[in-house]
């Protein structure tokens, strides 16, 4: 293989060969210079070699083989002339708005194909003529087998993400499909990671590949992700209201949470949605209407917090993604590269942030030997910290309020209460209103989070169960537990118990704790000062229009 390690600095997208009805389309889209691996993968594939290319999620590499793939394919055969194939759906609908946009001036047919999506909808389409489809591996071979999608006249192949398909469980998928293709087409194989089974597909696969790596070192030029990165060591059971500490401390324009299961994602996304913030959920487990109308709200800004699995997230195009924060460490090194690659793109600055148990401590530093990077473990900000950033926050306000002007109109209560008072102590209750009308009621903002770097005694053997909102086995000081006889099977969620609590006892969100939810009972945290009034209040009403048993839960 040829290894292509470095490409000329200061190359057009001209200069690489493309056509002019190309750089039409990219000179619309706004592109100015190519990436490092577009420039050293556009100019081999335009020229029918097979290309293996190694680069991270945000190295332009979707531009890197669908650009050469539409000027060098047939068009308007009938038949496709080229086959991507691709990990998750997110990715398949990317990958085909990418081949949209760079083709807008080619009249290019193109066709996603995945699971979730209707099969008569994409019959349909077939059966009128495409000429490029973007497909994962097991509706494509679907297509296949029942003779719905012919693939006798592919020129091009690409198989993006291979990795990604192959821990995925896709390489027997993969193998079926390849034998249906030609062997004289064109090959191209686009991974993270070249590990043995990478190599080995390859081998067989692939004809005398150019090999384009592209390397840290391809990215020094200020161009590449630059993220910063931090780790917050955080027992379990702490980690929501660690969570929310961030947020706040932060002020993220938008941020990606990743979870690792799908429950995990449902569980946060709703408790996160219980404390005030703007948070969807995006999973496997999710149809793909449902995908796109939380993308077309993240996008819109009436969300700001998306919580997704590593599958889910792949491929999601975020442009004002600010932050990713990691709720678990990821098992692979791998998936947190990916994780943090979505952020600190084009020269914008992004932000990483790990809040790991301290049992997840050996993860981190296998994360720092595998990526050469160091992950910053700094102490929670504590809730003085807090406190005192709010108040830098207000201060913030006020001073822009003062500096825009337009005050005249309120001089005259400031004269009507100087009568009274100094004015001195005019202006401090005044800061106290403004400070205390932008104060969070997100629950559990003012906890005391117990330090992660000393062990804490466990009295469960020491046997971790997880919840929502985490276990229920330590209590915050100065709380009580109350438990609720409804759980899960009667669809109870955390908006539901903090809707009931603050709406029907009158107490604020910040008074309620930790909520633990559980196949028929839930375990809500409250302030002791108003637990019984939280009883009766409860006791008297009713949650999803039952009437439930509330009591002081006596932990057994």
Same mark, same amino acid.
């Given at each position: 293989?040829?290894?292509?390690?470095? *490409?000329?600095?200061?190359?057009?997208?001209?200069?690489?060969?493309?056509?002019?009805?190309?750089?039409?389309?990219?000179?619309?889209?706004?592109?100015?210079?190519?990436?490092?691996?577009?420039?050293?993968?556009?100019?081999?594939?335009?020229?029918?070699?097979?290309?293996?290319g190694l680069a991270a999620t945000g190295t332009g590499k979707t531009a890197a083989f669908t650009l050469p793939l539409l000027q060098r394919i047939s068009r308007g055969g009938g038949l496709p002339s080229a086959?991507?194939?691709?990990?998750?759906?997110?990715?398949?609908?990317?990958?085909?708005?990418?081949?949209?946009?760079? +083709?807008?001036?080619?009249?290019?047919?193109?066709?996603?194909?995945?699971?979730?999506?209707?099969?008569?909808?994409?019959?349909?389409?077939?059966?009128?003529?495409?000429?490029?489809?973007?497909?994962?591996?097991?509706?494509?071979?679907?297509?296949?087998?029942?003779?719905?999608?012919?693939?006798?006249?592919?020129?091009?192949?690409?198989?993006?993400?291979?990795?990604?398909?192959?821990?995925?469980?896709?390489?027997?998928?993969?193998?079926?499909?390849?034998?249906?293709?030609?062997?004289?087409?064109?090959?191209?194989?686009?991974?993270?990671?070249?590990?043995?089974?990478?190599?080995?597909?390859?081998?067989?696969?692939?004809?005398?590949?150019?090999? @384009?790596?592209?390397?840290?070192?391809?990215?020094?030029?200020?161009?590449?992700?630059?993220?910063?990165?931090?780790?917050?060591?955080?027992?379990?059971?702490?980690?929501l209201a660690a969570l929310g500490r961030v947020l706040d401390l932060e002020s993220p324009e938008a941020v990606l949470v990743f979870c690792r299961t799908r429950n995990d994602v449902d569980e946060l996304a709703?408790?996160?949605?219980?404390?005030?913030? =703007?948070?969807?959920?995006?999973?496997?487990?999710?149809?793909?209407?449902?995908?796109?109308?939380?993308?077309?709200?993240?996008?819109?800004?009436?969300?700001?917090?998306?919580?997704?699995?590593?599958?889910?997230?792949?491929?999601?195009?975020?442009?004002?993604?600010?932050?990713?924060?990691?709720?678990?460490?990821?098992?692979?090194?791998?998936?947190?590269?990916?994780?943090?690659?979505? @952020?600190? =793109?084009?020269?914008?600055?992004?932000?990483?942030?790990?809040?790991?148990?301290?049992?997840?401590?050996?993860?981190?530093?296998?994360?720092?030997?595998?990526?050469?990077?160091?992950? #910053?473990?700094?102490?929670?900000?504590?809730?003085? %910290?807090?406190?005192?950033?709010?108040?830098?926050?207000?201060?913030?306000?006020?001073?822009?309020?003062?500096? $825009?002007? +337009?005050?005249?109109?309120?001089?005259?209560?400031?004269?009507?209460?100087?009568?009274?008072?100094?004015?001195?102590?005019? *202006?401090?209750?005044?800061?106290?209103?403004?400070?205390?009308?932008?104060?969070? %009621?997100?629950?559990?903002?003012?906890?005391?989070?117990?330090?992660?770097?000393?062990?804490?005694?466990?009295?469960?053997?020491?046997?971790?169960?997880?919840?929502?909102?985490?276990?229920?086995?330590?209590?915050?000081?100065?709380?009580?537990?109350?438990?609720?006889?409804?759980?899960?099977?009667? $669809?109870?969620?955390? !908006? %539901?118990?903090?809707?009931?609590?603050?709406?029907? #006892?009158?107490?604020?969100?910040?008074?309620?704790?930790?909520?633990?939810?559980?196949?028929?009972?839930?375990?809500?945290?409250?302030?002791?000062?108003?637990?019984?009034?939280?009883?009766?209040?409860?006791?008297?009403?009713?949650? !999803?229009?039952?009437?439930?048993?509330?009591?002081?839960?006596?932990?057994?």
């Open positions: 293989m040829t290894d292509t390690t470095s *490409a000329e600095a200061n190359r057009t997208f001209a200069d690489l060969g493309l056509g002019p009805e190309l750089l039409r389309a990219l000179e619309s889209l706004g592109y100015e210079e190519p990436t490092p691996i577009q420039q050293s993968a556009i100019p081999p594939v335009l020229a029918g070699r097979d290309l293996m086959l991507i194939l691709v990990p998750t759906r997110e990715l398949a609908v990317q990958v085909a708005q990418a081949v949209h946009r760079y +083709g807008r001036h080619m009249a290019i047919e193109v066709l996603p194909i995945y699971g979730g999506q209707s099969f008569s909808q994409q019959l349909k389409v077939l059966r009128r003529g495409v000429d490029v489809v973007v497909a994962t591996p097991g509706r494509a071979l679907d297509h296949i087998r029942r003779g719905t999608l012919g693939l006798v006249g592919v020129e091009m192949l690409v198989l993006d993400e291979a990795d990604e398909m192959l821990d995925m469980g896709f390489a027997d998928d993969i193998d079926a499909i390849l034998a249906e293709v030609p062997d004289t087409r064109q090959s191209l194989l686009f991974s993270a990671t070249l590990g043995p089974t990478i190599a080995a597909i390859a081998r067989k696969h692939l004809r005398d590949p150019v090999e @384009v790596r592209i390397t840290e070192d391809s990215e020094s030029d200020g161009e590449g992700p630059l993220v910063r990165q931090t780790a917050y060591l955080v027992r379990r059971p702490h980690k709703e408790a996160l949605g219980a404390r005030g913030y =703007r948070a969807e959920a995006m999973h496997g487990g999710m149809s793909q209407d449902q995908r796109d109308r939380v993308m077309k709200k993240l996008r819109g800004g009436a969300v700001d917090l998306l919580v997704a699995t590593d599958v889910a997230a792949r491929g999601l195009d975020i442009s004002h993604l600010s932050h990713v924060i990691n709720y678990d460490v990821p098992n692979a090194p791998k998936s947190y590269v990916h994780r943090i690659g979505r @952020v600190g =793109r084009a020269g914008r600055e992004g932000v990483a942030i790990t809040l790991a148990d301290p049992r997840e401590h050996a993860l981190l530093r296998n994360i720092e030997r595998q990526t050469h990077q160091k992950i #910053a473990i700094e102490t929670l900000p504590t809730v003085a %910290d807090m406190q005192a950033h709010r108040l830098e926050l207000t201060r913030a306000s006020l001073r822009e309020v003062m500096l $825009g002007g +337009g005050l005249e109109h309120f001089r005259v209560v400031v004269e009507a209460l100087s009568d009274e008072f100094d004015l001195w102590d005019i *202006a401090v209750g005044a800061v106290k209103m403004a400070h205390e009308a932008t104060l969070s %009621d997100a629950a559990g903002d003012d906890e005391e989070i117990p330090s992660a770097h000393a062990p804490t005694p466990r009295s469960d053997g020491g046997k971790h169960k997880g919840g929502r909102g985490g276990p229920s086995g330590r209590r915050t000081p100065g709380s009580v537990r109350l438990f609720i006889g409804a759980g899960r099977r009667v $669809g109870i969620r955390p !908006k %539901d118990l903090v809707g009931a609590i603050t709406g029907e #006892a009158g107490i604020r969100g910040g008074e309620i704790g930790t909520i633990q939810i559980s196949e028929k009972f839930s375990l809500v945290e409250v302030n002791a000062a108003v637990a019984d009034r939280v009883v009766q209040a409860l006791g008297k009403s009713t949650i !999803k229009g039952k009437r439930v048993k509330v009591r002081i839960d006596g932990g057994r």
